[in-house]
């Protein structure tokens, strides 16, 4: 985002590049979320 915010990336390849890194996003959040669950104590 701050290389679109600075002009340094056109709009089209910045909404080729976001697709793919939201989903990465989504990813990582769950594997985070599924191994603070697996590691809290209870």
């Known amino acids: 985002m701050i290389v679109w915010e600075t002009k340094s ?3 089209r390849k910045y909404i ?3 697709v793919p890194l ?3 996003g989504k990813m990582l959040g769950g594997w ?3 191994l603070t669950k ?3 104590p209870n």
């Open 38 to 40: 697996q590691n809290s």
């Open 9 to 11: 990336i056109d709009n």
């Open 22 to 24: 939201e989903e990465i």
């Open 16 to 18: 080729a590049l976001s």
């Open 32 to 34: 985070n979320g599924q």
